[in-house]
């Protein structure tokens, strides 16, 4: 177990056992209790003051599969709040088998200077002067970081915005490929890594030092168990790997949940253009990928590759969140300008949530019309010259409702909603509302209790104990490693009973239900005690007044939880 200390302001690095404060935790459980006990909240989130806290999940680096999720924790530059932002790739694995448990990045490098961090074969890190890699897009990087420190790497960085210090900047992780498709999107993190000064950190794919686990057999039995689960599943076995997270589209626009036109509709009249169906039939047309492997150890399967007309690589993976963000809320029904607009927003750095929802409000203020896909393409390349609008674009909705005087602008804690009206999905709407991270669909996304009608998505009944069971249990999942959609395997008995056999194996406690929800519920607490002493109080945890009052067709429904439900979700 090893903590890694970067320190900007002095250019040190500094190698530590894990604190005994941090003893046993992983993912987003440990970059929240880092980010609380060693954060100012009432910093300025790009300052000296702020840290960036890098975890692999407590479970990452070990045989399990589909465990290589990497949570990136600071004060968030776009809400103001504690956030944790998550991806995939190989690096989480990368680092636990190399037995680092965190890397802390803190202070500021002098202005005008710019590092890249290495993490070697046995664990040991070191700066280096990167005035070389200076300004430079993420693909091109990547590229010239393995070719100057070895093909057996795998990196963690940002594009111009992050340099540029944008509220929508990412953190791009390279994929099984060695290609940068793989984000840490939301909360705005990599402005804090640029304004750290940090451009990359490249980490070895060599580490045989995992942690020791408690009980290795338990462990290997239950594993076992665990990815036979997830082949027996219909979802995660045999939807995912066909279609991907694009299966989503068509049943989220069946609930009129599907936020269109800077979620002035909640269907799109282009869905059937830019559906899993459709991205399936283009891919295989043209030789690309719809099934194919992003991250280390994964046997879900759910990236693809998409192809131009000639065959050529435009991105990996086309996911759902992109295809509304750059397809349903722009009006655009295009799967090339959409495929493009990932791979740009990837190669610049950019959340491609935010990104989006923000030129939509630009589109809904008159800036640009709707399904205008050269000018969505021209936004974007905007943000990586860095013109004025470039900038306003890049620094999210918000920022571009305030400079139009515009009042529909669909975020929370001014992080956009993601691909889920919370009209038309209730139980949505009050984990955007009272997610410690402003409007976040992984924190808790309760479409999978309309698809099996355990709710009326329509109506206010069940929403809360809904939103906060399900914020709970994905809380839990990100302290683990685990990926969001391999976990929706835990709808099983034996898969659960599975997963608490393997905390316990590796931490040498007996885990049950229990143990497991408190994880959660651990995690959330100190994200809230966080955004608590930053000023944030219950009124904060409230959606925009439009949700309130303008009717979403087809249904025409209004967001109908009362706040003084939204004030009862954390109360466990």
């Known amino acids: 177990?090893?903590?890694?200390?970067?320190?900007?302001?002095?250019?040190?690095?500094?190698?530590?056992?894990?604190?005994?404060?941090?003893?046993?935790?992983?993912?987003?459980?440990?970059?929240?209790?880092?980010?609380?006990?060693?954060?100012?909240?009432?910093?300025?989130?790009?300052?000296?003051?702020?840290?960036?806290?890098?975890?692999?999940?407590?479970?990452?680096?070990t045989t399990l599969v589909n465990t290589s999720r990497i949570s990136i924790g600071a004060k968030s530059p776009l809400t103001g709040t504690i956030k944790e932002s998550n991806s995939g790739g190989k690096i989480a694995a990368c680092l636990g088998k190399l037995g680092v448990t965190a890397i802390v990045v803190e202070g500021q490098a002098p202005k005008g200077s710019l590092y890249v961090m290495s993490v070697d074969v046995n664990g040991n890190a070191k700066l280096h002067d990167a005035a070389q890699y200076k300004g430079m897009r993420t693909y091109d990087l990547c590229a010239k970081l393995l070719a100057d420190f070895g093909p057996k790497n795998t990196i963690m960085c940002i594009g111009p915005a992050g340099e540029y210090q944008l509220g929508s900047a990412s953190i791009q992780t390279t994929d099984v490929d060695d290609r940068p498709c793989r984000a840490a999107g939301r909360g705005g993190l990599g402005?804090?890594?640029?304004?750290?000064?940090?451009?990359?950190?490249?980490v070895s794919t060599e580490g045989k030092n995992p942690d020791a686990l408690a009980d290795p057999e338990a462990f290997k039995e239950a594993a076992k168990i665990f990815a036979q689960e997830l082949?027996?599943?219909?979802?995660?076995?045999?939807?995912?790997?066909?279609?991907?997270?694009?299966?989503?589209?068509?049943?989220?626009?069946?609930?009129?949940?599907?936020?269109?036109?800077?979620?002035?509709?909640?269907?799109?009249?282009?869905?059937?253009?830019?559906?899993?169906?459709?991205?399936?039939?283009?891919?295989?047309?043209?030789?690309?990928?719809?099934?194919?492997?992003?991250?280390?150890?994964?046997?879900?399967?759910?990236?693809?590759?998409?192809?131009?007309?000639?065959?050529k690589y435009v991105t990996s993976s086309l996911e759902y969140e992109t295809i509304w963000s750059m397809g349903g809320m722009l009006g655009i029904d295009d799967l090339d300008t959409i495929a493009r607009l990932d791979y740009l927003c990837d190669d610049i750095g950019l959340d491609t949530?935010?990104?989006?929802?923000?030129?939509?409000?630009?589109?809904?203020?008159?800036?640009?019309?709707f399904g205008d896909c050269l000018a969505a393409i021209d936004m974007v390349e905007a943000i990586a010259q860095g013109t004025e609008m470039g900038?306003?674009?890049?620094?999210?909705p918000d920022a571009v409702g305030k400079h139009f005087n515009h009042h529909r602008v669909p975020t929370v804690k001014g992080q956009s909603i993601a691909a889920y009206d919370p009209r038309g999905m209730q139980g949505n709407g009050v984990t955007y509302a009272t997610s410690p991270m402003g409007a976040d669909h992984t924190a808790?996304?309760?479409?999978?209790?309309y698809m099996a009608r355990a709710l009326d998505p329509l109506s206010p009944d069940g929403q809360v104990d809904g939103s906060r069971q399900v914020q709970i249990g994905m809380a839990a999942m990100d302290c683990v490693g685990m990926c969001i959609l391999a976990g929706m395997g835990m709808t099983t008995k034996e898969a659960r009973n599975a997963m608490f056999q393997m905390i316990g194996a590796k931490l040498g406690t007996p885990v049950d239900s229990k143990g497991y929800a408190a994880m959660g519920m651990r995690t959330l607490k100190v994200e809230r005690e966080f955004n608590q002493k930053a000023g944030f109080t219950a009124k904060d945890d409230r959606l925009p007044r439009f949700f309130y009052e303008e009717p979403l067709p087809p249904h025409n429904k209004v967001f109908l939880v009362k706040d003084e439900d939204l004030d009862k979700v954390h109360n466990f």
């Open 353 to 369: 949530i935010n990104t989006g929802v923000a030129m939509a409000v630009a589109m809904d203020a008159g800036y640009k019309s």
């Open 444 to 449: 808790g996304n309760m479409l999978g209790h």
């Open 1 to 61: 177990m090893k903590f890694i200390r970067v320190d900007l302001t002095h250019q040190t690095v500094t190698h530590d056992a894990v604190p005994a404060a941090y003893a046993g935790l992983g993912g987003r459980g440990l970059t929240a209790e880092i980010i609380n006990a060693e954060v100012p909240p009432q910093c300025d989130p790009l300052g000296p003051d702020n840290k960036l806290a890098i975890a692999p999940g407590l479970l990452s680096g």
């Open 191 to 202: 402005a804090v890594m640029g304004a750290k000064g940090l451009k990359a950190v490249v």
């Open 391 to 396: 900038r306003l674009i890049g620094s999210g």
């Open 231 to 311: 082949r027996n599943n219909p979802f995660t076995a045999k939807v995912l790997p066909k279609y991907g997270t694009a299966s989503t589209l068509d049943a989220v626009n069946a609930l009129g949940a599907f936020p269109s036109y800077n979620a002035t509709k909640g269907t799109f009249d282009g869905a059937s253009k830019i559906n899993g169906a459709a991205l399936v039939k283009t891919i295989e047309s043209r030789g690309g990928k719809v099934q194919h492997m992003g991250c280390a150890q994964c046997i879900v399967q759910c990236s693809n590759e998409y192809v131009d007309p000639q065959g």
